[in-house]
């Protein structure tokens, strides 16, 4: 809620009356003052993503569209900002490694297409639950819609980089790491005339049999 400006607008409105009536601003007049929320609305409250713990339902992480990442370990009663100290605050997706939880794979830049998204930096990787991150590569990714880490190994992950909204060029299609972000590989990326514009916008994988994966272009 944003008090400040509410009080503002509310004094400048007592102020306004008295100065009509030429009666000064009393302090009961001030007391009687409420703050209330006045924007901005449908901005920086989407939630781009949420990721469970496979080993603790009650904790989960939910990446917002410009508020960074949120970690509640009360199934959702109290929530903690973990990437205040990032330099990057918009969130596309995030990924919790099925075989380790500790190890959570972020990714900047929300991809949903609209005037007000924020730009990224690329992916982010914890290995204490959030605590400190590591900036593991894909800056000019822009935006990114999905991670998903390899069922057995936190090592090895698949991002969907959409690549920046509004104009061509940058990391663009599906990504594989196998050692942690260290290196990476684009395994699908738009071909021909439309390469420069087709963005990675979601993928999924056979849990069962890890080297099925499925992903779609977008433009």
């Keep these: ?5 509410a009080l503002i607008f509310g004094l400048l409105a007592v102020a306004a009356a008295g100065a009509q009536t030429g009666a000064p601003v009393t302090e009961a007049q001030l007391k009687g003052l409420k703050a209330r929320s006045i924007g901005p609305a449908v901005m920086g409250g989407r939630i781009s993503d949420v990721a469970f713990d496979p080993s603790t339902p009650t904790t989960f992480y939910a990446a917002s569209a410009h508020g960074g990442l949120m970690k509640t370990t009360d199934n959702g009663a109290s929530f903690t900002s973990v990437t205040d100290s990032q330099d990057v605050s918009s969130m596309g997706a995030v990924a919790v490694a099925p075989s380790d939880s500790k190890v959570i794979w972020l990714g900047s830049g929300e991809a949903n ?14 290995t204490d639950a959030g605590a400190t991150w590591t900036h593991v590569g894909l800056p000019q990714s822009k935006t990114i819609a999905r991670i998903v880490v390899h069922p057995k190994d936190p090592a090895t992950a698949w991002v969907a980089a959409m690549g ?27 071909e021909g005339a439309d390469a420069a514009i087709l963005g990675c916008g979601d993928l999924a994988i056979d849990p069962q049999n890890p080297d099925t994966v499925y992903a779609v272009l977008y433009a």
């Design 164 to 190: 920046d909204l509004w104009q061509p060029g940058g990391e663009r299609g599906c990504y594989k790491t196998t050692d942690a972000g260290q290196t990476w590989s684009a395994s699908l990326k738009g």
């Design 113 to 126: 297409d609209r005037n007000s998204s924020g730009w990224g930096r690329g992916v982010y990787r914890s």
């Design 1 to 5: 809620m944003h008090r400040p400006i």
